[in-house]
Structure formats: C-alpha cells, structure tokens
C-alpha cells in the first residue's frame, strides 16, 4: 500500500497535477499513521507527510484540501506532542471546514476533538462535540450517524449518565425502526444492551437482545448475533450466574467456528475461561482455553492464538505448573509482536517475568524490557509500576542468593560488589515504582503500593537498614488492613518482625509474628502459618536461653554518621558505629518566610538533612531519597521537627520523610503549599 501511494505521488508530481499528488501524499500519511501510538516512529513519519501535504495545499489555495491535510495531523499532534496540539489542529482544520461549507468534514472533527478532550479529561465539552457531530451526520443522513451516536452514549456510559444515554438510544432506535434500517437497528441495539447491563437491569438488556438476534437471524448476520449474545452472557456473569454464562459462550462458540471473526472468537475464549474459572477451578478453565489455542493455530489466526498462549500461561502459573507457563507467555510474546500488537507483547513479557520469578530464577532481565516497553505507551503506567515491583523482588533475592553461596550473610562481614549492586538495583526499582504511583493518579492503588514498599523493605533488611525497612513495612500494613487483605499484611508483619528482632526489640517483634499467626489462620494460608509459627518458637526459645548475639545479619548502626556495611569495600576494615544525638544536632537561623524563595527552601532543607544524616550539604543529591542517604526512621521526625522550627507557619505533614523522599520533593510540597496559602 506504500508503495502504491508513493508511486501515485511520484506520477502526479511528474504530471505537476498537485491536487492529486496531495491526496496520494494524505493516503501515505494515512498508511504510515495506521498503527497510531503503537508506532511512533510511523506516525512522525505520517505527521510530517501529512504537513508537506498541507503546505502544497496552501500553495493551491484551496483551503477545503488544506482542512483535509490538517485534519489528517490530529492523532500525530495529540500522540507525539500533546492533546492540546491536537485540539489546536482541529479548531484550525474546523474553522476552515466553517468556511467552505463543508459539514461531513465539520463532523468528523468534531468526533476528533471528542476524543482528545476525553484524553484531557474534559467531559462535557467531549460530550458538546460528540452531539454536535451527531446533529450534523442526522441532518444529512448519513451513515456516519452510527459512529457519533457510539462515540456519545460511550461517552455517557463512562460518566454513569444510564439515563440519558438509554433516552438517546431508545430514540434512535425508534427512528432506524421507522426508516427500515434493520443493520442500524442491530448497532443501536448493542449498545442498548450496554446501556441496560451497566444500570443492573438484566431483563431488559436480555429482552433488547432476543431483538437484535431476531433481526441478525434475518439477514444472517451470524458474527454480530454471536457478539450480541456475548454481551448478554458477560451480564449474567457480573450478577454471578457462572451456569448461564458458560452455555451462553458455548453457543457462541459454536455460532463462530466457521467464522473468521477473531475479535469475537477472542472475546467468547476469554468469557467461558472467566466463567468456567469461577464455576469449576483453573483445571477446567485451562482445558478450555487450550482448546481454543488449537483452534486459533489450525486455522493460522497469529492474534487469536497469542491471546490464547497469553491465557494458559497466566492459568498455569495459577496452578503452579511454572515449566508450561513460561513456554505458554514466551509463545504469546513471539505471537504478539508478529501480529505487531507491541502493547500486548509487553504484557506477555511482564508475565514471563512473572513467571520466572515464582521459578526463582531472579537472574533474568525480562521485567526490565518490559518496563521499557511499557514506557511507550499512554495509561500504561500500572503495567509498568507492576514490572519494577517485579525488578525490586527479584533483585532482592538474587542479592539474598548471591550472599548465601558467599557467606556474606555473617556478622559484620561486608558484602560483595554482585550483592550491593543487586540490592541498589532493587532499591532503584522499588523508588521508581513508588514515585510513578504518587504522581500518576495511581494511589488509589494501595495493595500495588503496599508490595512495593515490602519489596523496599527486603533490600533494606539485607543493608542492615532496619529502622527505614520499618518504616515502610509500617506503611505497608495499613495499605494491607484498608484492603482487608490478610495475607498481604500477615507478609508485611512477619517481615517487620524480623527487623525488630535485629533491632533487639523482642516484644514487639513477638507480637507481629503472634498477629501474623492469626492472620495466616484467618485466610486459611498453612504454610505461611507454619513459617510464622517457626519464627515466633525460635525466638521463644532464645527467650529461655542466655541473650546472645543474633548470628545471621550484622548489627544496625546506629548513628547517622556511620558508614553502612553494605558500602564499604570487601577489604575495608568495619567502621566504628558513630555516635550522635538529637540535642546535638544545629542548624542555622530560621528563615523569614514573608521573603523566602525556592533556592532559600531548598538550601533550609539541604541544610536540616545534612544535620540529621550527618552528611557534608554539598554530598546531599537532591534528587536521592534521605533514607539512602542514612536517616533512619528516628531521624525522619527529627527532620520534620527542625523544619517546623526554621520554617515558621509552614504546615509539614507527620509521614513528610516518607511521601517527599527527597529534598527535591520536600522542598517542591513547601513551595507548593506557601503558594496555595498565599493564593
């Protein structure tokens, strides 16, 4: 197809016929922009096709042709450079359609800039732009209708407005009726049914759907009387009808088998998988997606089956058979990228990832090009923070391997190059998580949040860091306890059992691993019941023995100004703990706040944390978190307590260490909330 479009370019320019060199120009742009964001190098290329077409429009003075070549720039302005470029494109575009008169045009921008306000999360003016169109493409019947009426009542569905999209929809329904439409009638009734599903009337959208596969029935229509009886089947499955839902995707199945409707095939695979999953266990979910596995490669349908591979693989790691999974995901990549599905493809190498980690084989780098992966796409930012959980947990424990088969596990002995690395590396992915979910609207995510921050916690422990380790693990066991998720928290507390035990804090300790026992029990998990009721008759039994020194972890410095264990070289002598005390630490004035500047916020921040970790200021990274840096959990509220003091009527919250880690942070939330008090 590019090569048509170029060849078309090249005779019509040779011609000098310029009209039609930019339309074959706007056809290559088309080609090249096809794959949208999922290509980004394809659609600069497209946008810049697409801007010579416009500039020999100028030329031609025709300003119809002009609106035709920036409305193909829209999706590259919004994609490669912002949504507000893509809005600047389309106003531009409909004020030239305004002036020719064109109306199909007008529509179809206004649908464009629909979307891109949606991205922009400016709804009603979404809204506004989507009835238009549908006015518009109304007034001049034209089929188009169909897809700005669907653009609309999504758009409603997604803001829960039930009501007014099934008016809108009940009317167009009508209206199809009366003119005899029945392939319109089919549409409006798919999206009818959507609308009844998400008001929780189940009768109605199952009556609406007995019309429309009358209707498919009659003009056999077998594709989309199977994806009608789709929808009807995912409704009994969210009121938890399992039974229904089966047969209703069985007879679907048996609608399509000599189909080649992929998107459908995928949709009904993945609909009895959920059901059968829920009715009778992984076992029958697996032999059913397996089935349609072969079904997809028998008939050569590259997407079909990665999206089956990527299915088993994720069923089989719920069995536990590790070997099948990873071949399945692996298969699912390889599938996904010649179908040139980059986003899916990433996803399957995020399970691969997975997979290996419950192998324990923490060596593998898939997780890291996952990420990558990840990274080129929009909205993609929980796949991407469940990748550096994964790279946090994995180097962790290849950091725990490395150190067990060196010894470096014993007292005081520092650790090697391989462990410190690992264990940087874990602590790098674990930061980066946590910051991507602090800002990227992500925080309403706290069983994510939670295991990212017991992932940093393992990497503490192991550098001797048992205060910051708590401090997270703290954090995390309220994330779990919102939840309700007792596993999770009955995990964080025996990890932070193990910290105060090195800490000498034996009480407390006790009474984490004594929670944690009952919280095993509750959620029915034997074996981290066992695990925890090991540790809670060991340290029971060291109660009853002499106190001695605990044999498998170095101590914990305890002052600011020692150098951890962990940074030092393998033949460095072990450094002295340092000694410092609160009373001890000064800082300098404090600062007139009706002056003050962003430079002086950040040198009074600068300040206060080199007294409290006992570091030079000028040896301070502002972007490194503090807790890396040395300050311990005891410093944390030392620090906020200088700041209060040096930065009069400035509100600092309790937890500022934990959620502004840095001094970048720090300093940017006390601009930030001067600003919103002065405004």
């Not at 600069?44 to 920036?70: N, P, S, V, Y």
């Not at 009768?203 to 009358?214: H, L, N, T």
């Not at 719920?318 to 986003?343: G, I, M, S, V």
């Not at 899916?344 to 090009?369: D, G, I, P, T, Y």
Request: glycine share 4%; proline share 3%.
């Amino acid at each position: 197809a590019m090569e048509a479009a170029q060849e078309a370019r090249k005779a019509f320019a040779d011609q000098g016929i310029k009209y039609m060199e930019v339309k074959a120009l706007l056809a290559a742009a088309a080609i090249q922009m096809e794959r949208g964001e999922l290509d980004l190098a394809a659609l600069d290329e497209g946008l810049q096709t697409a801007k010579e077409a416009r500039e020999l429009a100028i030329e031609l003075k025709d300003k119809r042709l002009e609106a035709m070549c920036l409305t193909a720039t829209i999706d590259g302005e919004g994609l490669l450079v912002s949504p507000d470029d893509a809005l600047n494109a389309a106003e531009e575009a409909l004020d030239l359609c305004l002036e020719v008169q064109d109306r199909s045009m007008e529509a179809f921008i206004l649908c464009k800039m629909s979307e891109w306000n949606v991205r922009l999360r400016d709804f009603s003016r979404a809204i506004s732009d989507a009835q238009d169109a549908v006015e518009i493409y109304r007034e001049m019947d034209s089929p188009q209708e169909l897809n700005a009426l669907r653009l609309l009542l999504q758009l409603l569905l997604h803001l829960a407005e039930v009501r007014e999209a099934r008016l809108i929809a009940s009317e167009a329904l009508q209206r199809f009726r009366e003119l005899g439409n029945r392939s319109a009638q089919i549409d409006i009734i798919e999206i009818l049914v959507e609308v009844h599903l998400k008001s929780d009337n189940l009768q109605e959208a199952v009556s609406a759907s007995k019309d429309g596969i009358r209707l498919c029935k009659e003009m056999s229509e077998t594709t989309r009387q199977a994806a009608l009886m789709l929808k009807l089947g995912r409704g009994r499955l969210n009121t938890g009808d399992a039974e229904k839902a089966v047969a209703i995707g069985e007879d679907a199945w048996t609608l399509l088998q000599e189909h080649s409707a992929t998107k459908e095939k995928v949709e009904c695979m993945q609909l009895l998988c959920e059901a059968k999953l829920r009715q009778d266990g992984a076992e029958e979910a697996l032999g059913q997606v397996e089935e349609s596995l072969i079904h997809f490669e028998s008939g050569k349908d590259v997407y079909g089956a990665a999206v089956a591979a990527k299915l088993c693989a994720e069923l089989q790691l719920k069995t536990n058979r590790f070997d099948e999974a990873k071949q399945n995901a692996l298969k699912a990549k390889e599938a996904f990228r010649k179908a040139r599905q980059k986003k899916e493809e990433a996803e399957a190498l995020k399970l691969c990832s997975q997979v290996l980690w419950k192998k324990n084989e923490h060596k593998e780098r898939k997780c890291a090009e996952a990420r990558g992966m990840f990274r080129q796409f929009e909205a993609a930012e929980e796949d991407e923070v469940c990748c550096l959980y994964v790279q946090a947990e994995n180097s962790a424990r290849h950091a725990a391997e490395e150190a067990a088969q060196e010894g470096s596990v014993q007292p005081d002995k520092p650790a090697s190059k391989k462990v410190r690395t690992a264990l940087d590396e874990s602590l790098k992915a674990a930061e980066a998580g946590l910051k991507i979910l602090r800002f990227a609207s992500l925080a309403q995510n706290p069983e994510l949040h939670g295991e990212l921050l017991c992932a940093k916690a393992q990497a503490l422990t192991q550098q001797s860091r048992f205060d910051a380790a708590l401090v997270c693990l703290d954090e995390a066991v309220l994330r779990f306890r919102e939840l309700e998720d007792y596993q999770l928290e009955a995990n964080a507390l025996t990890l932070a059992a193990n910290n105060l035990q090195f800490l000498n804090r034996g009480d407390e300790a006790l009474e984490a691993l004594e929670e944690a026992v009952v919280l095993y029990q509750h959620c029915m998990d034997d074996e981290g019941e066992v695990n925890a009721q090991k540790m809670l008759n060991k340290m029971l039994e060291k109660r009853r023995k002499p106190a001695q020194r605990t044999p498998d972890m170095p101590a914990a410095p305890t002052g600011p100004m020692g150098t951890p264990v962990w940074e030092q070289t393998e033949d460095a002598p072990v450094e002295a703990k340092a000694q410092t005390t609160a009373t001890a630490l000064k800082t300098g004035p404090a600062l007139n706040m009706s002056s003050v500047t962003p430079e002086m916020i950040m040198g009074k921040v600068r300040e206060v944390a080199a007294a409290v970790t006992g570091a030079e200021s000028g040896e301070l990274e502002i972007e490194t978190p503090l807790m890396e840096a040395g300050m311990t959990s005891a410093s944390a509220v030392l620090l906020r307590e200088l700041l209060v003091k040096d930065l009069p009527g400035v509100n600092l919250p309790v937890t500022l260490a934990f959620d502004y880690p840095s001094i970048s942070e720090m300093s940017e939330m006390i601009v930030g909330s001067m600003q919103a008090i002065a405004n």
